[in-house]
């Protein structure tokens, strides 16, 4: 990915070492059993290991410095944050689902091995996420341990991930025209959720009282919508093979999604204006929250 | 179902009762949102009210009842673990995991709505469990609600359920004959896990000292062990119409199960000899564990 200037060096370095944390953390809590569950693990690994941005664990690796977090401890929440991602797309992949063929360059679980092990690798990382946060190596306090958990299970569940992609799908199936407020509630919970849950985990993480938390919610969801925009942005105009994935679904779906509600121009600037203003959020904090700031505009600047 | 003598009665009220709870729970955690999403939200009702033995919240409620828990809290727990073995169904019935059509003697989910909702049903229902254990309404102590996702966590995982799950598909698909070890080990994963998991988060509610637990998980095994042997025995003598599922399909399937391996009488046998040694782990007790004592041969005497 392209990333530039003294923002771009502070991210693109950032981005590196989470990436090599997040791998050694699912190398390390994945070893593939001498039985037949092997399969299982060999696609949990596969779908894991080597791929993704880790937007997600980076911002909670990123907020949880701000507070003085262990590194070790923000890196086993950056890993189930990504556990969680990395389920919901494996799932979002199936035929059932989205039926995609390509994810982050590589062929999708499911092609690579079937379907049944693409629901289940799907499932048993979404359990791992919740063992991570149940383990005391995560945390020794156990209350933090507890919030970690209630607020990733919130993102993932009904009210959030879940919860917007079937507005997503039945919007693909049902031919549903959403309106610019309902596809902003739509990308809020498939979308914002998780991203919102990342910062604020990282937050907790950093025990940092709920009731001064106000500036960092109002972050994520800038920084959510204008991930989303940018995702629809790319969809339309990216490069499918940096992208590493099907692009110009949108349109061949007839989908309304922030560009053709908006149109280009208008949703880049709107993107744009979310990622000032996110970062505006910010002006309490000096350089330690730079990182927050780079991954803000690395969000609509990315070509992946 | 039918459930006969002084054992029977306690069980009968105890299972309606323990019936009637979790589906006033269910109702209460799953109000059908006025947005889109809807659909998903009615298929996890479908799914989860009414029916099921309910034999896992019975389990927990009973297990924390000897302790004197609360049955608020109880029923709680017993409802999260009840949202994740209803997940686990959903999904095992899917056209690319066992293609069911019947379950509990009504249509499966992905039947009534379409695979992708039934994927994003158990997605959602998984993403449930934890939620509600990580509700301070559970347990007002963080540690207990930590304990509790901890050993649900790692039940529905890779080294649990979805594991077992995983080990039975390789059988089914590659025609891997296992051996009554690997059966056994299996099934312990596939089904004694989550059987385990609901006596062990009653000990936990009931602050039982995870030293004294010994006697609690060696009736779990035991329990577990014979569940899944009966199971094998009424895919084989059962009635479809009592059991409101598909039978002989471990036939069909040319699948090595403990009445393949053992026989009927053998498998008969050695089910019941479990329960008497399930029973006799809870010497130490009083009345007070009746139920867990009924539970243990209603387990093998059941005809669904």
Known sequence: MTVVGMDGDLLADGLKRVQAEVDASFDDLLPVPDDTRARLVEAMRYATIGGGKRVRPLLVVSTAEMYGVSREAAIRVGTAVEAIHVYSLIHDDLPCMDDDELRHGKATVHKVYDEATAVLAGDALHALAFDILADADTSTDPFVRSELIATL?????????????????????????????????????????????????????????????????????????????????LDVIGDEAKAGKALRKDEVQGKQTFVTLMGVDKAREQARALVDQAIAHLASHGSEADTLRALARFIVERDR
């Open 153 to 233: 299970g919130h993102a993932s569940g009904m009210n959030g991930m879940a919860g917007g992609q079937m507005m997503d799908m039945v919007a693909d199936e049902e031919g549903v025209d959403y309106d610019l407020r309902a596809v902003t509630r739509l990308q809020q919970l498939k979308t914002g959720a998780l991203l919102g849950a990342s910062v604020e985990m990282g937050a907790i993480l950093g025990r940092v009282p709920i009731e001064t938390r106000a500036h960092l919610r109002a972050y994520s969801r800038d920084i959510g919508l204008a991930f989303q925009i940018a995702d629809d942005l």
